[in-house]
């Protein structure tokens, strides 16, 4: 049984940052590719950022936010970050963690993943 949960979402000034995690549990980390997704009211979600394993380079980042966020992946604690600077009042959204169990054709394709957390909300003022 594979879940996902987040954490660090929060409120925080145009400028600061924020760090978000996702403790992967059941996850076969060799599976594939993890990622972070964000959603804002009455849109569909979006790709932010990307991690997989067995390419290079092993991260894709979504042009908003190319320079500000940075993923990362401790294989020894199954957690997935986002370390998200440089924070935009456009950046205020609910962010996902997701996670694929086979190869994927499109980081962005929100229908590729097969598992997601709960959401974190980020709030930027």
């Known amino acids: 049984h594979v879940q996902l949960v987040e954490s660090g979402g929060g409120s925080v000034q145009a400028g600061g940052s924020l760090r978000l995690s996702c403790q992967a549990s059941?996850?076969?980390?060799?599976?594939?590719?993890m990622a972070w997704f964000r959603q804002f009211p009455g849109k569909e979600r979006e790709g932010v950022a990307t991690?997989?394993?067995?390419?290079?380079?092993?991260?894709s980042y979504a042009d908003s936010v190319k320079g500000r966020f940075t993923i990362s992946r401790d294989g020894d604690t199954n957690r997935l970050y986002l370390q998200m600077n440089q924070l935009k009042s456009e950046d205020t959204a609910t962010y996902y963690c997701?996670?694929?169990?086979?190869?994927?054709?499109?980081?962005?394709?929100?229908?590729?993943?097969?598992?997601w957390g709960q959401g974190t909300q980020v709030t930027v003022s």
């Open positions: 997701a996670a694929a169990q086979s190869a994927i054709t499109g980081w962005e394709n929100a229908w590729e993943y097969d598992f």
């Open positions: 059941g996850y076969n980390y060799t599976g594939n590719c």
């Open positions: 991690f997989r394993t067995f390419t290079t380079p092993k991260t």
